[in-house]
């Protein structure tokens, strides 16, 4: 009877492996249908000519303040860097907040990103109207993925971000529109903060983001199981993964409350009207974070749920800042011309 139960078990196991394993054919073919959507663009040439600014010239364009926030909910200061053009006002004025990513910092946004040149060269084209920037440290020394630490009341980056930093946001410009966007870790963290709190933002991006939490290590399809399992920490010696299950919990349906893929479905579809979202990644981001794959997940997530969305692809290009410092011309333009409402 027991070997009986055993042998039925793994053969249970092998089926559900091999049905829901990732094969080649079957990735081809959900790349191909995502592809056709309307929404979705595939962009070959990413070349753009930095080299006719200064750095002389960008810099005396703006006001650059970094600052430290001492925040209630953890246990560190906060840096950020508040970036604003000279000479206009700020009360109405739109703020994009932007998230870097794993053992990143804010300053790779001006660094590797190029996000000044890219807004200048946009600005002097009359292809964007003005706005500001803000652009915080993570945290935890760049390895926060700007959330609540599980069962750790010293850890709570989400807090604090939805807190004294959108404060600080609203102090400059009160009646301004608001976007949140960020690279890998931060374009999760920007997803999730954002459909968490999606009243309060007109514009949500992720630049090769993990939007697909389970996916970075297991198919989508044991997203079906998922709620129901649990990781103990001692299985990893990978510090990532390690610092994974401090962060979000060793409970599978804790982390899925954490995913941004599982938090669209739940959402009631009115709470995305009037809403915005953008995603990007290089068509080579596939290993070891599954990043395309989790750019296809999504995609076809806000797809089945006719939610306003612009997709990029871009040919060649990876997991870099040096893709970031391309793509960021793109959502600056997507971001001018939705909360202005540009045909």
């Known amino acids: 009877m027991i070997i009986s139960l055993f042998v039925t ?3 249970l196991c092998l089926l559900f492996y091999f049905i829901t394993y990732p094969y080649k054919f079957k990735f081809a073919r959900k790349l191909k249908r995502v592809l056709s959507y309307e929404e979705v663009q595939y962009n070959k040439e990413t070349e753009l000519d930095l080299t006719s600014l200064s750095k002389e010239e960008v810099y005396d364009n703006f006001n650059i303040q970094r600052k430290s926030i ?37 300053e790779d946004w001006l660094e590797r990103g190029k996000l000044l040149e890219n807004y200048l060269i946009l600005k002097k084209s009359n ?3 003005d706005m500001m920037f803000i652009l915080p440290d993570s945290g935890y020394a760049g390895e926060s993925w700007y959330t609540n630490f599980y069962e ?24 301004g529109k608001l976007g949140i966007a960020g690279f890998s870790m931060g374009g999760y963290a920007a997803y999730k903060i954002g459909l968490k709190n999606i009243g309060k933002f007109n514009v949500i991006g992720s630049f090769s983001g993990a939007v697909s939490l389970i996916r970075m290590s297991v198919n989508r399809r044991v997203m079906r199981i998922m709620k129901y399992i649990y990781i103990p920490r001692f299985l990893f010696n990978d510090l990532d993964k390690t610092n994974f299950i401090r962060i979000f919990s060793p409970w599978g349906w804790r982390i899925l409350k954490q995913d941004p893929y599982s938090i669209i479905k739940v959402m009631d579809k009115e709470e995305f009207n009037g809403k915005n979202f953008y995603l990007s990644v290089g068509a080579e ?30 040919k060649n290009e990876y997991h870099t800042w040096e893709f970031i410092s391309k793509d960021i011309y793109c959502f600056l333009k997507y971001f001018n011309k939705t909360i202005n409402k540009i045909d």
Request: with cysteine; proline share 4%; aromatic share 12%.
């Open 9 to 11: 078990v793994v053969f």
């Open 127 to 129: 292809s964007i109207n």
């Open 70 to 106: 001492k925040s209630v909910h953890v246990k560190e200061m906060m840096k950020v860097i508040i970036v604003t053009p000279k000479n206009v006002e700020l009360k109405e004025i739109p703020c994009l907040i932007l998230l870097h990513g794993i053992r990143d910092s804010s």
């Open 285 to 314: 981001d596939k290993k070891p974070y599954l990043m395309l794959q989790q750019w296809i997940d999504i995609v076809g997530r806000l797809k089945k749920y006719n939610i306003n969305f612009k997709g990029y692809i871009y």
């Open 152 to 175: 750790d009341s010293n850890f709570k980056y989400e807090d604090y971000i939805m807190d004294e930093l959108y404060n600080e946001v609203k102090k400059i410009t009160p009646n």
